[in-house]
């Protein structure tokens, strides 16, 4: 059975494109969330968060309460779509798009390790810490850094028409892919970036294209 709940139609192009031992719920998970955006960073970001799945063995039943990520600060809507069978024809109302952002943002400011830094607004630095340092979020499986995943791609594709929130979706979408790569052990691409990167709110607004409709029950509107 597969422990993510319903399952849509399944890409057969996905299936291929993935080893033959990847777990079907793996294969169902980026089915969906390969419609979210054609944005670069976010086919990144997916592909971390493959990478890191594979590397930490696709555990599957490892259901402890110690393997679960914090609830702490957690968007509502993600306790929603879990009660509901994990139904991707189904995603939760976001509401208000940037209230949601904001609470999905403090979430996952919560979910860091206490030795991450943090800017003077409460953004989130990208500094290099001891291996040991990021074990709290080394979560894989169903209930793992998936859940975060889904729960930013709702946000990715709310947003998709609003160009400063979806931009501010999108600076989270490089951070979690940033913390993905500290995860797998890709030390060598991470540390502080280039221009000082950090999860702060964005000024900049480039275009995003995304895949797929916008599902309007799954949209917020102000």
């Known amino acids: 059975m597969d422990p993510t709940g319903s399952t849509p139609q399944l890409d057969t192009t996905t299936a291929a494109q993935l080893p033959d031992d990847t777990p079907e719920w793996i294969v169902t998970a980026k089915t969906y969330l390969d419609t979210v955006s054609d944005d670069p ?9 493959l990478e890191f799945e594979k590397t930490m063995g696709y555990p599957r039943e490892n259901q402890s309460p110690t393997a679960r990520l ?3 600060n957690r968007p509502i809507q993600v306790r929603q779509w ?13 509401g208000k798009v940037t209230e949601y952002g904001t609470v999905w943002r403090l979430w996952w400011t919560t ?28 979560r894989a499986g169903p209930n793992g850094l998936f859940i975060p995943l889904i729960s930013l791609a709702w946000w990715v594709k709310a947003s998709a028409s609003d160009s400063l929130e979806v931009e501010s979706a999108f600076t989270m979408v490089e ?5 993905l790569l500290q995860l ?11 221009d000082g ?3 702060e709110r964005p000024k900049k ?18």
């Open 41 to 49: 960073r976010w086919k990144d970001c997916v592909s971390q968060w």
């Open 70 to 72: 914090s609830a702490k």
């Open 82 to 94: 879990l009660q509901n069978c994990r139904n991707y024809d189904t995603v939760p109302s976001l």
């Open 111 to 138: 979910l860091q390790p206490d030795a991450r830094p943090r800017t003077d607004s409460n953004g989130l630095t990208r500094k290099r810490l001891a291996p040991d340092a990021w074990e709290p979020l080394k």
């Open 175 to 179: 951070d979690f892919g940033w913390v």
């Open 184 to 194: 797998i052990g890709e030390s060598s691409k991470g540390g502080e970036g280039e």
């Open 197 to 199: 990167a950090s999860s």
């Open 205 to 222: 607004r480039p275009k995003v294209a995304t895949a797929g409709p916008l599902r309007r029950s799954a949209r917020a509107r102000k």
